[in-house]
C-alpha cells in the first residue's frame, strides 16, 4: 500500500488507542478485602476515524489536508470474587432478562454439584471401611 499522510495519521491515532487500553483495563488488578479478592471486569469500545484530501496548488507543491480522531469508552461490568476457595462473578448491571440470570448462577451450580458429589464419595467411602 503506497505511503500517504492518511495512513500516517491513522497509524498515530491508533498508537495512541493502544498506548491507553491494554489487557489490563478488561482484567484489572486483584485486590484484597480481608479474606476476599476482586478482580474489576471492564467493558472497552473504541472507535477511530481519519481523512485526508490532496489540494490543488499553483505553485506544483502537493498540499494536503487530513485529520483523525478516536474515542474510547471503558465500563465497569463486574467482579471476579474469589472467597473460600471460591469463585463467583457479580455483575454490576441489573439482569436484562431470564437467561442473563440463569447464565451467571452456573458457576454457583456447578460449585453446590460439586460439593454434592463429594459428599457422597465420603458417604460411600465410610460406608464401604464399616
Known amino acids: 500500500m ?12 491508533l498508537e495512541k488507542m493502544r498506548e491507553m487500553v491494554d489487557v489490563s483495563t478488561i482484567i484489572g488488578e486483584p ?5 476476599t479478592t476482586l478482580i474489576p471486569v471492564s467493558k472497552v469500545s ?7 484530501t490532496d489540494l ?13 480522531g ?10 471476579i ?8 462473578m457479580m455483575q454490576i448491571n441489573n439482569y436484562t432478562s431470564s437467561a ?3 447464565v451467571a448462577m452456573i458457576p454457583e451450580l456447578v460449585d453446590k454439584l460439586t460439593e454434592l458429589i463429594a459428599a457422597k464419595k465420603d458417604d460411600e467411602k465410610e460406608e464401604t471401611a464399616e
Open 70 to 79: 478516536g474515542g474510547i469508552s471503558i465500563t465497569p461490568v463486574a467482579f
Open 2 to 13: 503506497k505511503e500517504t499522510p492518511v495512513n500516517k495519521i491513522m497509524e498515530s491515532t
Open 81 to 88: 470474587v474469589i472467597q473460600d476457595s471460591k469463585v463467583r
Open 46 to 52: 473504541y472507535g477511530f476515524t481519519s481523512g485526508g
Open 56 to 68: 490543488p496548488s499553483k505553485q506544483g507543491n502537493e498540499l494536503f489536508g487530513g485529520a483523525g
Open 31 to 35: 485486590f484484597a478485602t480481608g479474606d
Open 100 to 102: 442473563d440470570r440463569a
